[in-house]
T-cell receptor, first 119, second 117 residues
Framework: DARVTQTPRHKVTEMGQEVTMRCQPILGHNTVFWYRQTMMQGLELLAYFRNRAPLDDSGMPKDRFSAEMPDATLATLKIQPSEPRDSAVYFC?????????????????FGPGTRLTVL | GESVGLHLPTLSVQEGDNSIINCAYSNSASDYFIWYKQESGKGPQFIIDIRSNMDKRQGQRVTVLLNKTVKHLSLQIAATQPGDSAVYFCAETRSNAGGTSYGKLTFGQGTILTVHP
């Protein structure tokens, strides 16, 4: 049963500290998404990779957030320095976008999330 | 004080009843739609999807209906069970969107379903 995995599941840190969240997409998927979920804003897209290349990170605060895919099996989201307003659940999702007679979008599968609390 | 945040629509049903959750989508160019279920403390879980060349699709105990004329999507759950209690999200996308829009989903705010035994 292929699943997206995320670590850590919970993280409590103090303001100003660096936070790194990791995601292992489903093997064979070529797209990876990072979302943030809060009660105030719901699900927000932060960044999006296709074939490991960053395509869109317009939803991310550029001064403190960074997202990378060092290889096809690992995506990272880093916050430095962290702030209390970053407290949220961060989800990674992966999917397979195929091209067949034109573009064709497939379903995104979500990981269990990382619950971040910044004190 | 009163908390400020998203006020999600809620639906309360009795166990065994059928549930209908509605979603109005925004982009008339969207041609692929997904329903997700999110239980407390978990990530959104895929339930069922539908493409715009269909107006109905059935899964196990779930049916999705698509009305492109009024940009409306609904999820019907038959014989609702307490385990169906969750937040349900609809999501839309254009499968032929180019560039950086390709593959991006737009999520609705969600509906809270509560099933009473």
């Amino acid at each position: 049963d292929a699943r997206v995995t995320q670590t850590p599941r919970h993280k409590v840190t103090e303001m100003g500290q660096e936070v790194t969240m990791r995601c292992q997409p489903i093997l064979g998927h070529n797209t990876v998404f990072w979302y943030r979920q809060t009660m105030m804003q719901g699900l927000e897209l932060l960044a999006y990779f296709r074939n490991r290349a960053p395509l869109d990170d317009s939803g991310m605060p550029k001064d403190r957030f960074s997202a990378e895919m060092p290889d096809a099996t690992l995506a990272t989201l880093k916050i430095q320095p962290s702030e209390p307003r970053d407290s949220a659940v961060y989800f990674c999702a992966s999917g397979l976008v195929r091209q067949d007679r034109g573009l064709y979008t497939d379903t995104q599968y979500f990981g269990p999330g990382t619950r971040l609390t910044v004190l | 004080g009163e908390s400020v945040g998203l006020h999600l629509p809620t639906l309360s049903v009795q166990e065994g009843d059928n549930s209908i959750i509605n979603c109005a989508y925004s982009n008339s160019a969207s041609d692929y739609f997904i329903w997700y279920k999110q239980e407390s403390g978990k990530g959104p879980q895929f339930i069922i999807d539908i493409r715009s060349n269909m107006d109905k699709r059935q899964g196990q105990r779930v049916t999705v209906l698509l009305n492109k004329t009024v940009k409306h999507l609904s999820l019907q759950i038959a014989a609702t069970q307490p385990g169906d209690s969750a937040v349900y999200f609809c999501a839309e996308t254009r499968s032929n969107a180019g560039g950086t829009s390709y593959g991006k989903l737009t999520f609705g705010q969600g509906t809270i379903l509560t099933v009473h035994p």
